[in-house]
């Protein structure tokens, strides 16, 4: 897969599952869907192969890290970075990273919080949703499915 058809793959992907989120939280269903997305996510990702898969989750991992900085809290929007340089170092330096930082997603969802009427059941959602997710990447992590990644500068470099 080219790395341009990666990218749009990947973009796809995050854009969708925002609105999917949303859809599904304005049908009243989103503890129902909440698995059965995980499971689309994660064969979505799995087709690219290791690489492009690995570079998926760490975007889906910057975009998990975001959920509640939308309210503008300075704690919300600290835990946004803070998933981003989790995605970062699970991506250059430890992929097993991905795999706590979705897993302690589960605990940060059940921080008490103001959230509109249709987002009422997004922790437990979230829940059923990051899980599965969380030790999905912890299993490809630990299987040595994924390696950190050498930046393409470091390489370049390596080679000159």
């Known amino acids: 897969m080219s ?3 990666a990218t749009l793959y990947i973009v796809f992907w995050v854009v969708a599952a925002g609105y999917g989120v949303g859809l599904v939280a304005h049908a009243g269903t989103l503890i129902e869907a909440a698995a059965p997305f995980a499971a689309v996510l994660i064969a979505a990702l799995r087709i690219t192969g290791p690489v492009v898969e690995h570079i998926g989750w ?3 991992t910057g975009w998990l890290g975001m959920t ?3 309210t503008g809290r300075p704690l919300e929007v600290a835990v946004f970075f803070a998933y981003v340089v989790l995605a970062a170092q699970g991506t250059f330096r430890a992929p097993w990273l991905l795999g706590v930082a ?3 997603h589960v605990a940060w969802d059940f ?3 103001d959230l ?3 987002y009422a059941a997004l922790p437990r959602a979230c829940a059923l949703f990051d899980a599965p997710i969380g030790i999905y990447l912890l299993v ?3 299987s040595g499915r994924w390696r950190a990644l050498t930046p393409s500068v470091r390489s370049a470099a390596a080679r000159a």
């Open 3 to 5: 790395p341009t058809i």
């Open 58 to 60: 760490a975007a889906f």
């Open 68 to 70: 509640y900085a939308h």
């Open 102 to 104: 979705w897993l302690a």
């Open 111 to 113: 921080v008490p919080r």
């Open 116 to 118: 509109p009427d249709a």
């Open 140 to 142: 490809c992590a630990a």
